[in-house]
């Protein structure tokens, strides 16, 4: 992709539809050990967050769990990388979705895991403000 005098390089594969979103075809774009999903967006239908889906941690492509870097019972705050999914000859990492506890690690090193394929979860710590206003 060249914008004015800056040319930049990207991994791509295309991929038949669902997408997440609902979109008919996705495409992966990849640069730098990340990767995004481009798909059709369908009006109405929302993408689940890692919070809203109970905290878990899902895999971003399919791919194999490279590296387990947390075990149950760990203490991790939101974004902080739990495993690394390696795809398209890239490592992803799958982060907290919330800060919390990690309650269950659902993969291994060396497991092939599917796009969207929860591998993690995340107890979410209690909101402190929500305690004092109940009180």
Sequence with gaps: MTVGSVTTRWSFARAPGPGRDGGREVLW?????????????VPGLARDSGATR??????????????????AGAAVTAGQSLLVVEAMKMEHPVIAPV????????????DLVALDQPLAVVAPRPDPTAVASAA
Excluded: H
Excluded at 55 to 69: E, F, K, N, R
Excluded at 99 to 110: N, W, Y
């Design 54 to 71: 109970g905290g878990q941690a899902c895999s971003p492509m399919p791919g194999t769990v490279i590296a387990v870097l947390v075990e």
């Design 29 to 41: 774009l990849g640069r730098d050990g990340r990767a995004w999903e481009l798909c059709e967006a």
């Design 99 to 110: 800060a919390g506890v990690v309650t269950d690690v659902l993969a291994r090193q060396g």
